[in-house]
């Protein structure tokens, strides 16, 4: 299976950080978002990534080509274990580019990927949200797509505050954390919405979803939207994600997440504890 990463938004709400440089690539503790995204690609098996990029955004490919003076440089000041780790971002997939010409919403996004995913199914990572979890979360999707065979979507349970901002969906419970989906709404008003069931960034798709994206017309906030597309699909499945997810392009979010990614080092949680607790006792 191949996957595709979006990445060729505006990332508006994260300006002015995102006016010269592209949100995913943002620095989420000491790696920048999307290598986060490829690596959950990468750990659930798939090694062909086609990421969706757009102007502005060249430093994502420049992250995941080879940078022959670093590697020099480091080299020759015997630094061998960066060395390595900036050696293995580089052959940790086959990652190819195709260029959004203008930004119409994640539906044309994903559009631009019909030549190179064919008649196949395919993962979507969308490429400003990170997935923490003992299984990558596109791996738990797969694992629900290979049993029901439609497009699947990756949710959560939403706190209410969250709810008008994100695709809410409309479905009927067939086994325990997995729906089958009836209608997905788009960033519905709270007494209006089907449920607190949250899409989170991460989907397999059938191909049949590239007629659809070609025969719908733009949608909320004028964008061509994914889920106006996956509406139109017959066999529609969504599954609770175990794990924690930061969509990355809210400034709160980017904090947590870099919080969270940091607690996970040895050589600075305690340090991080203390400082939080000081913060704590401040306020
Ligand atoms: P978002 O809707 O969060 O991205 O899309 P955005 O448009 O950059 O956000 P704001 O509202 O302006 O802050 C989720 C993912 O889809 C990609 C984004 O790069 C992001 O990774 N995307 C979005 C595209 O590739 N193309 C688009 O036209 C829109």
Request: hydrophobic share 35%; proline share 4%.
């Amino acid at each position: 299976m191949k996957a595709v990463i979006p990445a060729a938004g505006l990332g508006t709400r994260f300006l002015p950080a995102t006016k010269a440089q592209p949100k995913e690539m943002l620095p989420v503790y000491n790696k920048p978002t999307i290598q986060y995204v490829v690596e959950e690609a990468v750990n659930s098996g798939i090694d062909d990534i086609l990421i969706i990029t757009g102007k502005g955004k060249r430093t994502i490919e420049d992250h995941f080509d080879r940078s022959f003076e670093l590697e020099y440089s480091l080299n020759k000041k015997d630094k061998k274990e960066y060395l390595k780790e900036i050696q293995d971002i580089t052959y940790m997939a086959d990652i190819y580019y195709v260029r959004q010409k203008t930004q119409k919403g994640l539906g044309d996004a994903i559009s631009c990927a019909e030549k190179h995913i064919g008649d196949e199914s395919f993962a979507v990572l969308l490429g400003d949200t990170i997935t923490y979890s003992d299984v990558p979360c596109t791996k738990q999707l797969l694992d629900v797509y290979e049993k029901y065979h439609g497009s699947t979507i990756a949710i959560e349970r939403l706190p209410e505050y969250k709810i008008e901002r994100y695709g809410i969906v409309d479905g009927v419970t067939v086994e325990d954390n997995i729906y089958k989906v009836n209608n997905l709404v788009e960033k519905p008003k709270l007494e209006e919405a089907p449920s607190n069931l949250g899409i989170t960034g991460r989907y397999i798709l059938t191909p049949d979803i590239f007629d659809k994206l070609n025969s719908i017309q733009p949608g909320v906030g004028g964008e061509l939207q994914l889920t106006d597309a996956i509406n139109e699909q017959e066999n529609v499945y969504a599954t609770t994600f175990e794990g924690s997810i930061y969509d990355i392009g809210n400034t709160k979010e980017w904090l947590k997440s870099s919080i969270d990614m940091a607690l996970t080092h040895d050589d600075v949680h305690d340090e991080l504890i203390n400082f939080l607790k000081q913060k704590i006792n401040e306020n």
